[in-house]
C-alpha cells in the first residue's frame, strides 16, 4: 500500500481516480489545488505525487518544484488529459523532475503496476 497525493481540479476525474486507487489498496488524498497540494506535503508523508499539468492557481509546470522541495526524493507523476501534450517540447522541458508522465486514460491496472514501480524505486 502507498500513501499518495493526488492534485487534480476536475472532480469528477479526482474522484475516480482516487476511489479507483483506493480500491485497490492504496492510502489517497485528493486536492483541487496547487496550494492544497503543498499544504498537504507540508502536513504529511506521501509516498507518491500525482499532478495534473492545467490546474487553477497552477499546475504541474509550476508545482512540481515546489513539490521537490517540500517532499525531496518522492516521485512525482504528470498527468493530463491532453495526451498529445505529453510530447510537446515545453511540457518536456518544464518536466524534467517527473518520474513518469502519463495520460488521463491510463487505465487503472496500468496506474498500480506505476505506483508499485515508482515506490519500489524510491525506497531503493
Do not use: C, N, W
Not at 41 to 70: C, E, N
Not at 88 to 101: E, H, T, V, Y
Amino acid at each position: 500500500m502507498a500513501r499518495i497525493l493526488i492534485a487534480d481540479d476536475d472532480p469528477d476525474y479526482l474522484s475516480a481516480f482516487t476511489e479507483g486507487l483506493s480500491v485497490v489498496g492504496h492510502d489517497i488524498r485528493g486536492v483541487t489545488t496547487g496550494s492544497e497540494a503543498i499544504a498537504e506535503l507540508d502536513g504529511g508523508t506521501f509516498d507518491l505525487v500525482f499532478l495534473d499539468v492545467f490546474m487553477q492557481g497552477g499546475g504541474a509546470i509550476t508545482l512540481i518544484h515546489d513539490v521537490s522541495r517540500v517532499a525531496p526524493g518522492v516521485p512525482i507523476v504528470v498527468i493530463t488529459g491532453k495526451a498529445g501534450m505529453l510530447d510537446s517540447p515545453i511540457l518536456k522541458d518544464g518536466m524534467r523532475l517527473a518520474s513518469a508522465k502519463i495520460a488521463k486514460t491510463a487505465t487503472l491496472s496500468s496506474l498500480d503496476q506505476l505506483v508499485h514501480r515508482l515506490t519500489r524505486a524510491s525506497r531503493t
